[in-house]
């Protein structure tokens, strides 16, 4: 069971480790406990061999399909060009799938890096310089500013200490360390007096105890959660999977019983012959550019989203994001800026309201909506010149420094008061710092020649320090009234969850200019109140509307944070995602349910604050055993469990650490929700158009092996022969279906909810693929019958082009009704997509170059059919733009097998 270090005093945490705090380990000591405990790092793990992960894609249902078609067309067709082609194929399926596995293999490599390579020590009584690697448990460790802590650590002295805690928690904002005891059952956010390996000291100095070392720290057990996530396999490769294993049951079926009715014709004398036969059409059955169709269209989502501001690191993920259900975003610079801005201003009896939004100068102080003239109020003028000067911010243009003075400053600079100019005025003389006891700051500069006192801090204690306040008429006695007041206007400025800081000042000129010999408590006494500054890291813009759309396409949008419950609730009230009434927990809620209660409640759930890292990912899991599918957000390594877990993960291009880069499956360039939302738009007409190419293609597939096998059967006689079948899936089939992939689309895909997880690839299309094999076969069939039975044609050869235009128009012209499952060609046109148009008049002119030119006919086993043949062509050709998707794409049960 984890001690609760941070529930001990000092002394008792020493005694624990039995350590001496003045005089460190022995030498000799920390030799052995790193013979006991094992070096500061985490393990690495062995990685699997490329052979092995080349090993596991091959044994992939579909990838075996391909590799047996590729066989039998170089060694039973003799046809290189088609194995080639297969081959081409096949490669690059297993190399992004391999790609895929080596990247997650890469998570753990990128967590190491973030221990810091050195540690000052104290052993023997002296300081020491050693590698991180060699702390153990009890040693006594030094931190300043700009050191990465080497190691989980219970603070024993601290002055003025902050570290950011980013990688670990996701929230930006220094945190204020301390040494004293806290109680039991404080969370891991808020143990202040514990630093914790791998993040940062930005100001200040300490000294403290290691407890904990490599797998036992905060980045150890993140590094043992993202070990034990599942890397989750994508919705749509295993609908391939399943689809494939069917296709290869109906190839099986279909090569045994031609082969059966070859050899009942022909006898056994023909068995070799007639199984090269069977096998060749049954390996025209397989739809196998359906691969590469998938990957064309996937690569073109790709790089739409890419200039949407969303890099995918494989392909799949494209239209994993079309498939999401569920959202679990990030608060922190992803829903919101990511910075802190003054939004509110108050001065004596007026509250004004700043517009913009992070570090950007733009914007302007309003009161009822209405810009403020400085010239005009000179109170509101004085708190911004006295919040500016009292602030450690160099320029208002270098956005270096503590979030909350950065934000007063830029809010000073689109009033039109400037840092550097003031400075450059306003000489400081004496600073007295912040510290989390005093929680206040103060500034001594020169104004008018006399030395002023400028103190900001929490308005409870500048208010208790406080004997007037300023307002326009002048000074007046600060009341109880009035310090109700003013206290009672920072209450609800908090609860809408905003960061407060009071302002004041006081004239020390009655001193004289020895200022250096006042006392702290002298100078920060007897001040005037000014006003209050309410910040905030404010929603970004386009959030309101991105939240609105996701919930339109009914996309369930959770929020998981590990900031305050106040601050989360009152940013997703803003974007319209939380309304009073529904469900917000805290992550020591979630500690208190078991995994049947949290997946009862986890789609209810609109808020989860102050999350560690098993909460993301116990939400995560409880969402997908509700069957779900699972976008995560974040941006540090405390995010990583929950991203390689989730069926897509998404880190932040800008902000995000290289541990969740890594986990994630796609990387958002402007680290903004909106473009999320806009990547599932996306996502979703790209599993359009993929259930339009399994459509097409296996409609045609399954007719053009139909027409053989029936024709054998009734006919005694293959009416196609395999040759101009692959001319069909090569020519025909392939450019116009490929071209399919720039289609623009037809669907306002976010006023649908989400497709149903369980359903098959071709739900809703099992109508629509019946209706047009139907059609493809029987029209087919019945010209050969007319012709030869009825007309008394023997030209076999002359008839067999004929049925070969016949199915080639047909495939043409019924594709322009796979590019909508709502609209037919007569509601949408030839327009739209001229890549496809010229595809299809492409496969025409080629088609008729064999049917025409002798040489190339005569090798096709055709006979050119005459003018009025064309008649029957047309006949049957053209039906495919009857077969509308108005009335043939519906949900028939019998599909979901597929």
Same mark, same amino acid.
């Given at each position: 069971?984890?001690?609760?270090w ?18 460190? &380990? ?49 060694f ?29 293999e ?8 973030y ?17 991180? @690697? ?40 220094p ?5 004293g ?49 599942e ?6 490769? #295993? ?50 550019? $359906?691969?590469?169709? /998938? ?15 969303? &890099? ?12 999401v ?27 004004y ?43 208002e243009r ?13 809010? *000073? ?7 550097s100019?003031?400075?450059? +005025? ?84 009655d001193?004289?200019?020895? #200022?250096?010999?006042?006392?702290e ?10 006003? /209050? ?27 998981i944070?590990?900031? +305050? ?110 473009? #999320?939302? @806009? ?32 024709g ?21 089939d ?5 071209? $399919? ?19 098959g ?13 139907i #059609? ?5 069939l ?22 070969? &235009? ?42 008729? &170059?064999?049917v ?27 039906? *495919? ?12 049960n ?5």
């Amino acid at each position: 069971m984890e001690k609760n270090w941070h529930a001990l005093d000092v002394k008792q945490v020493a005694e624990e480790l039995k350590v001496d705090i003045e005089y460190g &380990l022995s030498i000799d000591e920390a030799k052995e406990r790193l013979k006991i405990y094992g070096y500061n790092e985490l393990p690495v793990k062995k990685r699997k061999a490329i052979w092995e992960m080349l090993l596991e894609q091959i044994k992939d249902i579909f990838v075996l399909m391909l590799i047996a078609a590729c066989l039998i067309s170089l060694f039973i067709e003799k046809s290189v060009v088609d194995s080639v082609v297969i081959l081409a194929i096949v490669v690059i399926n297993v190399a992004v799938s391999v790609h895929q596995e080596y990247k997650a293999e890469n998570i753990l490599e990128k967590l190491r890096q973030y221990a810091a390579p050195k540690a000052r020590v104290m052993r023997n009584g002296k300081i020491f310089e050693v590698f991180a @690697r060699e702390l153990v448990p009890g040693d006594i460790i030094l931190l300043e500013e700009g050191d990465v802590v080497p190691a989980d650590a219970r603070l024993i002295e601290v002055s003025e200490l902050r570290t950011n805690e980013a990688p670990l928690t996701g929230e930006s904002f220094p945190v204020t360390k301390t040494s004293g005891v806290l109680p039991p059952e404080t969370p891991i956010p808020d143990r202040t007096n514990i630093v914790y390996m791998g993040t940062a000291v930005v100001r200040g100095h300490g000294k403290a105890i290691v407890i904990g070392t490599g797998l036992n720290t905060e980045f150890g057990r993140i590094a043992r959660l993202v070990e034990a996530a599942e890397e989750e396999v994508t919705p749509l490769k #295993i609908k391939l999977s399943n689809f494939a294993r069917k296709i290869a049951l109906i190839v099986v079926a279909l090569a045994i019983g031609l082969m059966t009715l070859l050899v009942f014709e022909k006898g056994l004398v023909a068995i070799v012959e007639s199984a090269m036969i069977a096998i060749s059409l049954a390996v025209a059955a397989v739809p196998e550019g $359906l691969p590469a169709i /998938l990957t064309i269209t996937l690569a073109i989502a790709a790089k739409k989203l890419a200039k949407n501001n969303a &890099l995918v690191k494989y392909l799949l993920a494209a239209e994993t994001l079309g498939s999401v259900t569920v959202i679990c975003s990030d608060k922190t610079g992803t829903i919101t800026t990511g910075d802190m801005t003054v939004k509110k201003i108050y001065v004596y009896d007026k509250m004004y309201d700043v517009s913009g939004v992070g570090y950007n100068l733009d914007g302007k102080i309003l009161f009822e909506e209405r810009e403020v003239n400085l010239e005009e109020n000179k109170l509101l003028s004085k708190l911004l010149m006295a919040g500016v000067l009292c602030t450690n911010v160099a320029h208002e243009r270098e956005f270096i420094g503590d979030p909350t003075e950065l934000a007063i400053v830029v809010a *000073g600079a689109k009033a039109g008061i400037l840092k550097s100019g003031l400075e450059a +005025h306003y000489r400081r003389i004496r600073e007295i710092p912040f510290s989390s006891e005093r929680k206040r700051m103060t500034t001594v500069n020169i104004v008018d020649g006399k030395p002023y006192a400028l103190s900001k801090g929490a308005p409870e204690i500048i208010l208790d320090r406080c004997v007037g306040i300023e307002t326009e008429n002048g000074i007046l006695s600060l009341s109880d009234e009035i310090k109700q007041k003013i206290l009672s206007i920072v209450n609800n400025l908090a609860s809408d969850g905003y960061r407060v800081l009071a302002v004041a000042y006081r004239d020390l000129s009655d001193f004289g200019m020895e #200022i250096d010999k006042l006392s702290e408590d002298e100078i920060e006494s007897k001040l005037i109140f000014i006003g /209050l500054f309410g910040m905030i890291d404010p929603p970004r813009p386009e959030v309101f509307e991105a939240t609105k759309k996701a919930k339109k396409a009914g996309i369930n949008v959770i929020m998981i944070t590990g900031d +305050h419950a106040l601050t989360a609730e009152a940013i997703s009230k803003q974007i319209g995602l939380y309304k009073p009434g529904e469900l917000i927990l805290q992550g020591k809620d979630i500690d208190k349910l078991s995994d049947e209660d949290l997946q009862s409640i986890a789609d209810k759930l609109r808020v989860l604050a102050r999350a560690m890292p098993e909460h993301k990912l116990r939400m995560v899991r409880a969402l997908k055993r509700k069957s779900q599918i699972v976008a995560v957000t974040g941006d540090g390594v405390n995010d990583a469990p929950a991203l390689k877990e989730a069926h897509i993960g998404v880190a932040m291009g800008i902000k995000g650490t290289e541990v969740s880069k890594e986990a994630a499956d796609m990387i958002l360039l402007d680290d903004n929700f909106a473009t #999320i939302v @806009r990547a599932i738009e996306l996502g979703r007409g790209v599993y359009d158009k993929i259930k339009a190419f399994a459509r097409f293609l296996l409609s045609c597939n399954i007719g053009e092996v139909l027409i053989i096998t029936l024709g054998v059967l009734l006919f005694r006689e293959p009416i196609l022969l395999p040759a101009l079948i692959l001319w069909i899936n090569l020519v025909t089939d392939g450019p116009p279906a490929t071209a $399919l992939a720039w289609d623009p689309s037809f669907e306002d895909v976010m006023s649908r909810p989400p497709r149903d997880p369980r359903e098959g690839i071709l739900s809703g299309s099992l109508l629509f693929i019946l209706v047009t094999t139907i #059609i493809l076969t029987a029209g087919p069939l019945f010209t050969f019958f007319y012709y030869t039975n009825i007309l008394g044609i023997n030209d076999i050869n002359r008839v067999r082009a004929i049925i070969f &235009l016949q199915v080639v128009l047909f495939e043409l012209s019924v594709i322009w009704n796979m590019r909508s499952e709502s609209k037919s060609v007569f509601k949408i046109g030839f327009r739209g997509n001229n890549l496809l148009l010229a595809a299809v008049v492409l496969s025409l002119l080629m088609t008729l &170059l064999i049917v025409y030119v002798p040489p190339i006919a005569l090798a096709f086993h055709l006979n050119p059919p005459t003018l009025a043949d064309w008649i029957a062509i047309l006949a049957v050709g053209t039906l *495919g733009f009857l077969i509308v998707p108005e009335v043939f794409c519906r949900r028939v049960n019998l599909v979901k097998a597929l």
